[in-house]
């Protein structure tokens, strides 16, 4: 599937036209602070778009109004592929944090796993102290499964030792999903 339609949203594959909207949020610091990266350049950011375009993992998510891009979901099947396991994630643009654009790609990405890639489980991961992310998984109805200690970091300090993050696990199956939806 190439593009999804909801209420107000496209989400839709990555085009490389669309730097620019992605630069305006991953050139923020508070954006990617809890990310696995830091802040892009434009010229990084130009060959990031490319790289998405050609992985149909990352989707884009406009307004259907403005065509505006504002924000990407990244929805990844998990190894061993017959567990029929995909991690969800989410980068927004802050202009438009606080509408439920977050919750509604969300959502419509959970549709298309189960109901379209024949999902089993889908699951989302986050630091404790990024409440919004946590607040995102919890209004999708996910479920709390663990609070890792320290499993991994993603970034140094300035003498180049690893910042140790926590992580929530959270989780919903096949099941959950059919009860929610009924
Ligand atoms: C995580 C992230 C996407 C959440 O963004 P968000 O704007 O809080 O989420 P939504 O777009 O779903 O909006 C929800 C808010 O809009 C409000 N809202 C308004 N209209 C709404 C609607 N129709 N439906 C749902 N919520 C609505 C909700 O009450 C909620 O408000 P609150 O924050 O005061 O509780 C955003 O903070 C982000 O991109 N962060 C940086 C990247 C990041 O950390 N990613 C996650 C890494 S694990």
């Not at 061993?80 to 029929?84: E, Q, Y």
């Not at 109901?115 to 089993?120: F, L, R, V």
């Given at each position: 599937m190439l593009e999804m339609e909801t209420e107000r949203l496209i989400i839709r594959r990555f085009k490389a036209e669309d730097w620019q909207d992605l630069f305006e949020y991953l050139s923020q610091e508070s954006v990617v602070k809890y990310e696995p990266y830091c802040v892009f350049t434009e010229d990084a950011c130009k060959k990031e778009t490319i790289n998405r375009s050609q992985n149909p993992a990352f989707w884009a998510v406009c307004l259907k109004?403005?065509?505006?891009?504002i924000g990407n979901i990244y929805f990844q099947q998990q190894e061993?592929?017959?567990?029929?396991t995909w991690e969800i994630g989410y980068v927004f643009n802050p202009k438009y944090y606080g509408n439920g654009y977050a919750t509604e790609g969300c959502k419509q990405i959970l549709i298309y796993g189960f109901?379209?890639?024949?999902?089993?489980r889908i699951i989302g991961k986050c630091n404790p102290l990024n409440t919004a992310s946590s607040n995102l998984l919890e209004r999708l109805k996910m479920r709390r499964e663990a609070h890792f200690?320290?499993?991994?970091?993603?970034k140094r300090d300035s003498d180049g030792n690893p910042i140790w993050h926590d992580a929530y696990l959270y989780a919903m199956v096949e099941e959950e999903w059919l009860g929610f939806t009924k």
């Open positions: 109004e403005s065509n505006k891009l061993p592929r017959d567990f029929l109901e379209q890639q024949g999902a089993h200690t320290k499993p991994a970091f993603f």
